[in-house]
């Protein structure tokens, strides 16, 4: 079984900046994608960012320069820093990644719990 744990949501005023842990474990063997989603309020579930095993990252239009997604790979753990957050960027932030189980060899999508980013003044 594979998990995903996140770290560091919370309370950041406007223009703040806040930095998103999020470490994998269990039996895994190669872990492929790794990235951020969130959901707001009454919205549906949205890419943030996204990291494959290279250097390769995507962004959502509404991030570019403002948050940085980046990858530890001897830690199985995916990081995003976020800078000039605003009152939009208030939402649920769930970690997502692409594992080959070290057990069965098979692909699992993987999410973490999530964790709250309330951005207000």
């Known amino acids: 079984q594979v998990q995903l744990v996140e770290s560091g949501g919370g309370l950041v005023q406007p223009g703040g900046s806040l930095r998103l842990s999020c470490a994998a474990s269990?039996?895994?063997?190669?872990?492929?994608?790794m990235g951020w989603y969130r959901q707001a309020p009454g919205k549906q579930r949205e890419l943030v960012a996204r990291?494959?095993?290279?250097?390769?990252?995507n962004y959502a239009d509404s991030v570019k320069g403002r948050f940085t997604i980046s990858r530890d790979n001897a830690k199985n753990t995916v990081y995003l820093q976020m800078n000039s957050l605003k009152l939009e960027d208030t939402a649920v932030y769930y970690c997502n990644a692409g594992v080959i189980s070290a057990t069965t060899y098979t692909y699992l999508d993987v999410w973490g719990q999530g964790t709250l980013v309330t951005v207000s003044s």
């Open positions: 990291i494959p095993s290279g250097d390769t990252t």
């Open positions: 269990g039996r895994i063997r190669r872990i492929n994608v």
